[in-house]
């Protein structure tokens, strides 16, 4: 008889434990599948949310006092079309989401009541597009021009409807339309005003400077820091970097623990799985071994009866990856709107997961099966069947 007609044969023959083999290697497949799923929707989440606390890289001029650049002192400029020759430079890697910016404290803004203030301005240029590198979601801190941005503390100074005005150093008066008014909690910002940097620069007649470059870094196998200080360096000796740790340590340590927990718990249950079939296999062959036996007696081979059982559980394996990928990109997708606020409505079934479950767990499912394959072949025929 021909082996894999034999095999769907005592498949529907044995709907029972064939079943429970079935559903053992959906769960593991489900299980798997939305866990990693899951966890890729748990890193676009917390890359989306930590975007909130801001970019965790400095780049300024060498030899300036970060006492004057923390406090917002006005420090030495550096030409704008830096950002362009870095997001050319096919060596410039371990940055990402480039943007320069020009900020300096204006001593004696007069606002709408007549009152003067010190405030700070920063006029921000739009991300760099790195051409060597993938393209990613924006994170700079984009304003259109003939616009600003105005802090908490600021917009309190401000009626609802009214432009924000400014003296140039040209002794001009320069008019901006409030495009948004910030919520409190930006830093700096609470105080200050937001320029698209071309508007700015034109108020303070600094036409082509910035004083710093806003970026973030890569997590590197030689450092984060060090590896993008050796690159910048490189290409301009006058510039330097500083990490904001604070940030960038949050950034590393949330991806790290969820690499941990996809690490820990899809080999769990692939492994609990895998015993549990196991077990059912040796029940499966331990039940048949007069069927075994009687094709023994016929004439058949130990490879034709190793063949049967570790086929048996290659068509169990691929079935149950298959439902096992689609249940658990459904589990994903659903209970995943629930979980997540920013990416909930991006989580999708992961495509080339299918092609890893669909080839992976059959192999697993067959080893699974090997020892009780392996048992089937050293049945004696003549002892069995004389006990029948």
């Known amino acids: 008889m021909n082996p894999l007609k034999l095999v769907f044969k005592e498949l529907f023959y044995r709907k029972v434990s064939s079943l429970i083999i079935l559903v053992t290697v959906i769960a593991a497949g489900t299980v798997s599948v939305a866990v990693y799923t899951l966890s890729k929707a748990s890193e676009n989440e917390t890359r989306k949310i930590m975007r909130e606390q801001g970019l965790n890289l400095y780049i300024f001029p060498k030899g300036t006092n970060l006492i004057d650049f923390y406090s917002v002192n006005n420090t030495s400029t550096f030409p704008e079309h830096y950002i362009d020759t870095l997001a050319e430079s096919k060596t410039f890697d371990a940055v990402r989401h480039l943007t320069g910016i020009l900020q300096l404290k204006y001593p004696n803004w007069v606002d709408p009541n007549g009152s003067k203030h010190q405030i700070v301005v920063m006029g921000y240029k739009d991300e760099a597009m790195q051409r060597f590198l993938s393209k990613q ?40 339309k409030v495009a948004k008014r910030l919520e409190e909690g930006k830093g700096m910002l609470d105080q200050g005003v937001a320029f698209n940097l071309t508007d700015l620069q034109q108020v303070l007649d600094m036409k082509g400077q910035i004083n710093k470059i806003e970026a973030l870094g890569c997590v590197c196998h030689d450092g984060r820091i060090k590896n993008a200080r050796g690159q910048l360096q490189d290409i301009f000796s006058d510039l330097e970097v500083t990490e904001v740790s604070s940030i960038a340590n949050a950034r590393e340590n949330q991806r790290l623990m969820m690499n941990k927990y996809g690490s ?100 697993l499912w067959m080893l699974a099966s090997w020892v009780p394959a392996l048992l089937a072949t050293q049945i004696d025929a003549a002892k069995t069947l004389s006990k029948e």
């Open 264 to 363: 820990f718990i899809i080999p769990f249950v692939l492994i609990v799985s895998l015993l549990i079939s196991g077990l059912l296999f040796y029940s499966n062959v331990n039940s048949r071994k007069y069927e075994i036996g009687i094709l023994k007696a016929m004439g058949k081979s130990k490879s034709y009866i190793l063949f049967m059982i570790l086929f048996k559980a290659f068509v169990i394996g691929l079935l149950g990856s298959l439902a096992g990928f689609f249940a658990g990109s459904f589990i994903a997708e659903y209970f995943g709107k629930e979980i997540f606020r920013f990416t909930a409505m991006s989580i999708k079934p992961l495509w080339s997961l299918l092609g890893y479950s669909v080839f992976i767990f059959p192999i």
């Open 137 to 176: 979601e924006t994170m700079g801190f984009d304003v259109e021009k003939g616009t600003v941005h105005i802090g908490a503390l600021l917009s309190v100074n401000i009626p609802e409807g009214e432009n924000f005005t400014i003296a140039g150093t040209d002794g001009k008066q320069y008019e901006f």
